[in-house]
């Protein structure tokens, strides 16, 4: 997600929702907030790069996805798990006939991506990832860093998940610029397509 989670309670510090109180009661919030075991976490503001990446990538699927019957949503599409929990990932890819008509959160996700920052990385790493590979339909996890030019790819296989990291040394890429091929969808692209207008600050500037 763009920024920090912060757990909050509607009304005391004790208060569990049900998801279908959840649902109901974030349908009238200004903001975005993710349900887990009962809890709201709120979702706060983040960075430039942490909004344009996001934006980069949707960029890159759409056309590529067209005329396949695939929705991409950026930040503001929830995805639900089976166990009842509620997430907002940066973005978001479904292929599947059963969310042709989904309007309050989506189900059967084939790709989710995750922008990392330093306040959401643990989660993102962990009790996300562990909830979004517990998705069935999910074929692709990718995690972008938005302070240095790195991917990494989780793409699903017949017994279990195939890893693989791509980053370069520089913040820039004049001398190197990797492709990167996203099997699960058949996109290939440059990583500087995904890093487009974002400048890095180097070391010594920080």
Not at 84 to 110: A, H, I
Not at 112 to 117: D, F, H, M, N, Y
Request: charge should be negative.
């Amino acid at each position: 997600m763009i920024a920090q989670p912060k757990y909050i309670s509607p009304q005391d510090d004790q208060l569990i929702m049900s998801p279908t109180e959840y649902l109901a009661w974030e349908s009238v919030q200004d903001s975005r907030h993710e349900y887990e075991n009962g809890r709201i976490f709120a979702m706060t503001g983040g960075t430039v790069p942490h909004s344009q990446i996001p934006a980069n990538l949707s960029a890159l699927l759409i056309p590529h996805l067209r005329g396949k019957g695939c929705k991409v949503s950026v930040n503001d599409a929830k995805v639900t798990i089976r166990s009842g929990k509620y997430y907002y990932p940066d973005v978001v890819v479904s292929c599947d006939e059963r969310d042709r008509f989904s309007r309050d959160f989506l189900q059967y996700p084939t790709l989710i991506a995750e922008v990392l920052s330093p306040t959401t990385e643990a989660r993102d790493r962990g009790i996300k990832q562990q909830n979004y590979m517990l998705i069935d339909t999910l074929q692709t996890y990718i995690l972008i860093n938005s302070e240095r030019p790195r991917i990494e790819i989780y793409q699903r296989l017949d017994l279990g998940w195939e890893y693989l990291s791509i980053a370069i040394e520089q913040t820039n890429f004049d001398h190197d610029d990797p492709l990167i091929h996203i099997t699960s969808i058949d996109l290939q692209f440059p990583l500087s397509a995904l890093y487009e207008n974002i400048d890095f600050f180097d070391s010594e500037q920080i």
